[in-house]
């Protein structure tokens, strides 16, 4: 009677389709009823009946169990008000608290199954569910709540919130968290006061006497059924029904005609282009596969393996129960567990493509060679047939893949459509346990599944349709790089990685931009299988600028290792062509047969052992240097700056024991490779470049100034025993060495000009000159300077100054003090100014012979110069990467500094100005190996002009953007900008190298 509003159960399934969210009440509908247990209990113990009852429901808001479930009581409190209650309603003593643990106990802990179903069915369906409970808080302090919080999205508990029901607020903070309307909710209670004031919200409502029968009602509301349900499965959809009478006599006859009882059939929520169900019937449980009704591209959805029993033809398999994870980062799981899912996956897909084709009776699964050309063909295709507009990265695609096939890898069995979520895991260890999605199977390139199944790492999170990993921290997560899984397979199968990986990434993204779109088609025409098919097709688009950009980073890979620069007879000139159109034509008629004849742009297009040691020399980089960098420098500002800091004698054993030593040493000074690596001057310009990102790294490697012109000085000009005396230990980098040739009282920048002396006397040189900006005469650990003064200054102008090789510790040399460049004192080498006095030096310390000193300097000045250059590139590398990193991290004036328009033009004058001095710094060096060093002079020149001015505007803009921050010595920034500045002295002032290439331009043609 007063129960009409319980009417509203059955609203008409028109509004019950508005239901957006279930929410139940606990005690009573989803656990058993407390009201029974109370019941049993009075019998039990002797308690008048419905004594319980009455003390629960009867005495207001004030209540002890009001004030119990809003939290107002502790257990204990509770306990003693409730007796007092008790007893004031049966005049005797009730045992109150072992009906509270009675409550709690295990029995009343067990969520009823038939609900546990109802609700896996409700979320199947994409329905939100929750619980609210007027609950309590237990002695131990926590609150009773015995059930798997995974199953609902919203959670409220009486006592937590300090409201219960039947108060309206507690419901509408309910429906809050849910993110539904009153009416687009049902309520299930098994307390009528509760329900009715649901009501009165708006909610519909139902009442929970027999938990088996709500169930039943609250199907009849929703519209889909609340039992039999399977793990990612929901009701059919209404377009996707098929008919189950001819189903069921097509299984009766297939199974046997023994199989009887009830059909059930759900659909699986994932599988986009070919619906799947799930079939229970008997003891069978099966999977159906069918195509898609309506009309279908060509050759998509081949599951012709059935005839046409349910109007479209099907195939059916077994099911296997196990746990299909959807989402590629596999949250919930430990990085050990995720990491071991994708070993197992990478194992599965290593033993699809070992399957021995003769063995299994695949040979003629497929056609043998041209796989991907094939696919490629037949994508195009399929796009085109379901094309609704153009896609510009499509018709890129279409045209550059075909031209840029990979070399034939083997021919295995492929799979076609291998992802995580294709495979069926062990519910409980990383074992796949079975393989679907076999459509697209055939014989083929087995790297294309690889790399299929790598797509997730590429795809950000936020994509709909295949959760990607793009924006995950794969590291922390536990979980493979692309890279890391590609060796991974490459170990399992025995082969060597390839090179055009980004080929079959841009292969695999379009062959899913070619699939979206075709899902996007139908779902224009209402076929599609999916409610996300349409907002999935539209992201053929995304793929296809996905596909794009890795075709283009092969397109990268590609140019880079090519020659960009045939060895072929075009005759070598850099001079203005006299023509209408001013052009330049260059030939690199190889020097040394072992020099490479052609430009190398990147580390990429490299030889395999300078790319080794450039990659290990990265990783030496990213290991040990960038680490030690603020060490470093704090170092260079302490007390103590004058003696080297330990660490870089530590290092320099590591780096020498890995082989990253001496790498300077030209392939040309060092033909037999006795000294150096064995570089040409374009492979170390690479590898000189990466150490030049750090100011510290140079010493590290022992590829530091000065002391690498020295040393190829003493290999060039130097005797047997000055080696033996200079060279080796410098090699070794148990000691370092100066270069003196700069006098403070003439212009040294013409070396011409320099007045220092040599005088002869009996078998001994005798000294006298001051020098100054000597770098690395502080050194402790310098022990050798290579002097230039004259012998005779009344000899040609070039034929004047000798060079001698003068121990530091010879009575006559003295440091008098270290200068600094902007303050900066570049300890412990420094740059000294030194006084010799009548320094007597033997005369088998003589480097050539008298008068040659102005030839050594010239040699000395070729590639040992050029180094300043390459390491430059290093450095404005450095700093724009450093300043990109800064200005994504800040924010002014409401954006992020990344955003300001200035900033932008800033990071783009400096990449452009980077590349622009690069191809220069590589081609002077490619011209040094390949024309000499006298025949290189201009570019040598061009690029000593240009590389320090480059070095020095991006470390500018770099230290701008960085703000104070950029000026302190918390970053390499300020060093970057003092020495890229000393640069433009230090090498040789701009002037003399502009005025060498305009001297050169001028006597051109
Ligand atoms: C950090 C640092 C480290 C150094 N390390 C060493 C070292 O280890 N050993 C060593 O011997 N020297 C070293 N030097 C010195 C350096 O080589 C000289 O400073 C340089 O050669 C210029 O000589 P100078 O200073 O005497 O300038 P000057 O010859 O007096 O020239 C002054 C200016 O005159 C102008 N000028 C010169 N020639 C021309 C021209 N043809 N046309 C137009 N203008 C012109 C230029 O603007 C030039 O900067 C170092 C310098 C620095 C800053």
Known sequence: MGFRWL???????????????????????????????????????????????????????????????????????FVQAFAQQCFEITNSPVPVDSFLSDLTSKEMSEQL???????????????KTAVLSNNFYLHSGASFLPLDRKQFDVIIESCREGICKPDPRIYMLCLER???????????????????????????????????????????????????????TRSVRPTMEIPQVPLQKYLENVLGSHTTGSLLVRQFSHGQSNPTYYVEYGDHRLVLRKKPPGKLLPSAHAVEREYSIIGTPFYLMEYCAGHVYKDPSLPGLEPSQRRAIYTAMNQVLAQIHSVDLKAAGLEDYGKHGNYVQRQVQTWTKQYRATETHTIP???????????????????????????????????????????????????????????????????????????????????????????????????????????????????SFFRVAAILQGVYKRSLTGQASSATAESGGKQAESMADLAWDFATKEGFRVFKAMPAMKPSGRPYSTWAWQGPFPRRSYVTVPHSSSAPAHLILSPEGLSDRAQDLYRRLRRFMDAHIYPAEQALRDHQVSQTRW???????????????????????????????????????LEYAHLCELMGMSLHAPEIFNCSAPDTGNMEV???????????????????????????????????????????????????YILNGHKWWISGALDPRCRLCVFMGK???????HKQQSMLLVPMDTPGVTVTRPLSVYGLDDPPAGHGEILFENVRVPKENMLLGPGQGFEIAQGRLGPGRIHHCMRLIGFAERALALMKERVKSRVAFGKPLAEQGTILADIATSRAEIEQARLLVLKAAL????????????????????????????????IQAFGAAGLSSDYPLAQFFAWARALRLADGPDEVHRMTVAKLELQGP
């Open 7 to 77: 009417l509203q159960a059955w609203v008409p399934r028109r509004a019950a389709r508005l239901c957006r969210a279930v929410v139940f009440d606990m005690g009573g509908v989803l656990l058993p009823s407390p009201y029974a247990r109370a019941r049993d209990w009075e019998v039990w113990n002797r308690v008048p009946p419905g004594t319980v009852q009455r003390a629960l429901i009867c005495g207001g808001d004030d209540r002890p169990w009001m004030k119990y479930v809003r939290g107002e009581l502790t257990a204990a409190e």
């Open 113 to 127: 199954p038939v609900m546990t179903e109802a609700i896996r069915c409700i979320r199947a369906e994409g329905l």
């Open 178 to 232: 849910l993110g539904v309307q009153p009416n687009e909710s049902i309520f299930l209670d098994d307390i009528g006061q509760n329900l009715k004031a649901a009501a009165q919200l708006g909610m519909s409502t139902l009442k929970v006497d027999d938990p088996e029968v709500a169930v039943k009602e609250l199907e009849n509301f929703l519209g889909f059924p609340l039992r039999g349900a399977v793990p990612f």
């Open 393 to 507: 990265a499509m018709e890129r695609l279409i045209e550059w893949l075909p031209l840029h096939l990979p070399q034939a890898h083997q021919v295995t069995l492929v799979h076609g459509d291998f992802r995580l979520d294709n495979l069926i895991f062990h519910p409980e260890r990383p074992q796949v346990l079975a393989v679907l999605d076999w459509e697209l199977s055939t014989l083929g390139d087995p790297i294309s599944d690889v790399a299929y199944s790598c797509m997730a790492h590429y795809l950000p999170s936020s994509f709909s349709l295949l959760k990607g990993l793009g924006n995950c921290d794969l590291t922390h997560l536990g979980i493979p790089t692309a890279e890391e899984y590609f060796r991974t397979y490459c170990g399992h199968m025995g082969i060597p990685p390839i090179e055009d990986w980004n080929f079959y990434m841009a292969f």
């Open 643 to 681: 003696t080297p800091h330990p660490l870089v004698e530590e290092l320099k054993v590591k780096a020498k024991s890995e082989g990253l030593w001496n790498l300077f040493l030209p392939l040309e000074t060092d033909p037999e490779v006795r000294y150096g690596a064995g570089l040409t001057n």
């Open 714 to 764: 003493l290999l060039r000009y130097g005797t047997e025993e000055q080696k033996e005396r200079w060279l080796q230990p410098l090699l070794d980098g148990e000691i370092r060495s100066c270069f003196a040739m700069t006098e403070p009282q003439v212009a040294s920048s013409d070396a011409t000009n320099i007045e220092s002396s040599i005088v002869e006397e009996g078998g001994f």
């Open 791 to 797: 012998t005779n200054p009344g000899a040609p102008r």
């Open 927 to 958: 011209l040094m190996d390949t024309v000499g060093n006298k025949a290189a002079a201009l570019d040598i020149a061009m690029i000593k002009l240009v590389a320090p001015a480059m070095a020095l505007r991006v470390t500018d803009r770099a």
